[in-house]
């Protein structure tokens, strides 16, 4: 369902552009490497979204020496634009159509290197709107829980403080809602908490449902944005959720 855009981001030691946001260089398509002979370094980036979608970011840092810190920002107003891993170290931002922003891409060493040689790979990613069903404008309350939708992305934030997050499932058929999330907490459906998995790096809440019910889901405590992808299935007679129908 995620229609994948391979970028790139390259820096050539010593290259003017990139030092700052205002001559930030341009996200491309592409695969390169950022080098450097520094014990620190800082480039910019700027993206524009030609429709509403999550950019996704990934870093390669190939020397563990380093720590890479990744941030994006709108020009607008320098404001931060929140995140979810979704899988870890995936960094999703949600952003809307035509919004422009700068990504600031940070290294710093561990120790004292003595001017090291380090190099860095960012790949980036594009979900477009098609497949995201909540861009995180609803989901505080339970008068205003997200109506979740088969293989659809639905993004609800938390903030920096917590919050409990709300959703609603109407189950089109008799069998096991399953969701694919970052929450790590318990999750909670219609008050029962959900069986805990995991699945492609990411958590999978369970629970069984009866077609055309519908079902309260949340959960607590949730910091930062958080995201949820349902499905629901018929269970294989023998398999892990349903092991004892041969």
Excluded at 77 to 90: E, L, T
Aim: glycine share 8%.
């Amino acid at each position: 369902l995620l229609f994948l855009v391979t970028l790139l981001l390259s820096v050539v030691t010593g290259y003017a552009q990139g030092d700052s946001k205002d001559n930030a260089k341009e996200l491309v398509i592409g695969d390169n490497d950022y080098l450097t002979k520094e014990t620190s370094a800082t480039c910019y980036y700027k993206y524009t979204a030609d429709s509403d979608q999550a950019l996704v970011l990934a870093v390669d840092n190939q020397n563990w020496k380093f720590n890479i810190q990744t941030y994006v920002y709108r020009y607008a107003d320098d404001s931060s634009v929140g995140y979810v891993f979704f899988p870890s170290p995936n960094q999703h931002y949600l952003l809307k159509k035509g919004e422009e922003v700068y990504i600031k891409v940070t290294g710093y060493p561990y120790s004292n290197l003595d001017g090291a040689e380090w190099n860095m790979k960012v790949t980036a990613s594009v979900v477009p709107g098609d497949d995201i069903q909540e861009f995180a404008e609803h989901g505080l309350s339970a008068e205003d829980a997200v109506q979740l939708v088969d293989d659809k992305m639905h993004f609800v934030n938390g903030g920096a403080s917590g919050a409990t997050v709300y959703f609603t499932y109407t189950a089109p058929i008799d069998g096991k809602l399953a969701l694919k999330t970052n929450l790590y907490g318990n999750v909670f459906c219609n008050d029962v908490e959900m069986e805990k998995g995991s699945k492609d790096g990411l958590y999978l809440m369970k629970a069984d449902v009866k077609a055309n019910e519908t079902y309260k889901i949340y959960a607590n405590y949730v910091y930062g944005m958080a995201c949820v992808v349902p499905s629901c299935y018929v269970p294989e007679a023998g398999s892990i959720d349903k092991p004892y129908d041969l």
